[in-house]
């Protein structure tokens, strides 16, 4: 398992009162996992219930080193060591 630094932004660092912490996991998948066992608040603003089965909300935008695992391998995108993850909720402003 690979050790990855998680950043955190807007309400979901408000929520975690964390910006930035380190998480361990073979993928996307294991990483939220974990920072949901931390954090469980942040559970409704990541996931939604969709058919029985938890489904990343559409508007969660989740960048490693930059790119987002939707041009990869979704949730099973496997995470590397020192790999860096983003985790972006909506964010709107003037």
């Known amino acids: 398992m690979a050790m990855a630094k998680i950043k955190l932004f807007a309400n979901l660092r408000e929520s975690a009162n964390e910006s930035e912490l380190e998480m361990q996991g073979k993928?996307?998948?294991?990483i939220l996992d974990g920072l949901l066992k931390k954090f469980p608040q942040l559970q409704e603003m990541v996931f939604e219930e969709i058919g029985g089965r938890k489904e990343l909300r559409s508007y969660i935008n989740i960048l490693i080193n930059g790119d987002n695992i939707i041009h990869l391998e979704g949730l099973d995108t496997i995470v590397n060591e020192d790999d860096e993850i983003a985790i972006f909720p909506?964010?709107?402003g003037g």
């Not at 993928?27 to 294991?30: L, S, T």
Request: no cysteine; glycine share 0%; hydrophobic share 30%.
């Open 27 to 30: 993928n996307v998948q294991e």
């Open 90 to 92: 909506p964010v709107s």
